[in-house]
């Protein structure tokens, strides 16, 4: 029986209709009666853990999942066991370790209070943006929801530049447009009392440390990633056993070298973002994963 994975970021009543774009509770509370409507089982990590391990499901499974270790996740968390349903949170170490904003965050954050037109006239002067050359069937696969120019302004930022002009011109604009970083990660983040919540429930899953793209890491440095983040959740929580949803997650992310080293970390599977059903578990480090925006082309059609 297949096992459907429905992931999720923010989690609040408004967006910015650029940057950000949240899941509200109204939306969360449907897309559980969706689910149910269609005959499928929420499941637990539990659940994911014993379709892994004995190379099948008994039953046709759907689990909600949260990326990014979003203070805001504890609350839909808690509106989801009010409702019977349990979700996994798979969360990245560095902001609660090191009190900082994740580049991904950052940039979010930015692209709320500036529009891309902006950004780009800023990036040009920088780094010649309008001179590079862009692979758009790659954009569209990283970015699906986004349009031509957010998917070239993205793609640029996280996997274009080096990681010091990216850290760098991320974190100048951060800093000019919202200021001290490490009060603005103490909001935003997850604390470790909400890691032992999310332990003790069975729904804490690893996102790397610091929210890297994987596949284009060293190898000390991808090991560093993923077994510096199974270490901190473990001392932290005390559980050991647990999935890890692999950063970005597209063909730009994830590749055999990433679930090698996840395997050798010690993650028992892994997600990604390539889109579709798991109907066999052939390789439990590179399951198949939707958007919430995709729910309903998946859901009435199994293991298509």
Known sequence: MPLLAINHHYYRTAGTGMGIYPTNPDQLRQKIECIRKAGWKIGKQADVLTCVSGGECAEQIVV????????????????????????????????????????????????????DEALVAVLDKDFGFSAHE???????????????????????????LSSEQRDGWISRQFENEFGDESAAAEVLYMGKDDLRFLAQNGSLGSHGYSHRPLARLSNDELKDELYRSHEVLTNLTGVSSMGVSYPYGGKSAVCEDVFTVAREAGYSYGFTMERGVNAEF????????????????WLNNGAR
Do not use: W
């Open 282 to 297: 052939q390789n439990a480090l590179s399951l198949k994963r939707i958007d919430t925006n995709d729910m309903n082309d």
């Open 64 to 115: 909600i999942t949260f990326d990014d270790g979003l203070k805001e996740q504890i609350t839909a968390i808690k509106d989801l066991q009010a409702m019977g349903v349990a979700a996994i949170c798979y969360v990245p170490c560095g902001p609660l370790m090191e009190k900082r904003v994740l580049d991904v965050h950052k940039l979010q954050m930015i692209r709320s209070v500036t529009n």
């Open 134 to 160: 862009f692979d758009e069937h790659l954009l569209e696969i990283q970015y699906r929801y986004d349009n031509p120019l957010s998917r070239r302004v993205k793609y640029f930022l996280n996997f274009s």
